[in-house]
């Protein structure tokens, strides 16, 4: 189970991260979907603040989809999980925001 210092530290790394995602239990299963959501939403704000579509994240995506999409990233490149978290979901994320150049 993901410890509660790791999941609020300002060092929660995609290590830490990943390993809530892979663990068997239920609390740290929704920690990870929640954090990969929560990454997923401040992207949406982050870019109707900049002007730009804040909308670019498919409505069809689900929480699901979304954790299924960042797990397989850090599956693939397990040499950039000592990076922070936020940052490892935002750039996993990146393919499937297909924001319009502006």
Same mark, same amino acid.
């Given at each position: 189970? !993901?410890?509660?210092?790791?999941?609020?530290s300002s060092?929660?790394?995609?290590?830490?991260?990943?390993?809530?995602? /892979?663990?068997?239990?239920?609390?740290?299963?929704?920690?990870?979907?929640?954090? !990969?959501?929560?990454?997923?939403?401040?992207?949406?704000?982050?870019?109707? /603040?900049?002007?730009?579509?804040?909308?670019?994240?498919?409505?069809?995506?689900?929480?699901?989809?979304?954790?299924?999409?960042?797990?397989?990233?850090?599956?693939?490149?397990?040499?950039?999980?000592?990076?922070?978290?936020?940052?490892?979901?935002? !750039?996993?994320?990146?393919? !499937?925001?297909?924001?319009?150049?502006?």
């Amino acid at each position: 189970m !993901i410890s509660a210092n790791a999941a609020f530290s300002s060092e929660f790394s995609g290590k830490d991260l990943y390993a809530a995602c /892979i663990a068997g239990d239920k609390l740290s299963n929704v920690a990870c979907r929640k954090y !990969i959501s929560g990454v997923a939403q401040g992207m949406r704000i982050g870019l109707a /603040i900049a002007g730009k579509n804040g909308d670019c994240l498919p409505d069809s995506a689900t929480e699901t989809q979304l954790t299924q999409i960042v797990l397989k990233y850090m599956q693939e490149r397990p040499q950039h999980l000592h990076h922070p978290a936020a940052a490892i979901v935002a !750039i996993g994320l990146k393919p !499937i925001f297909r924001c319009p150049n502006q």
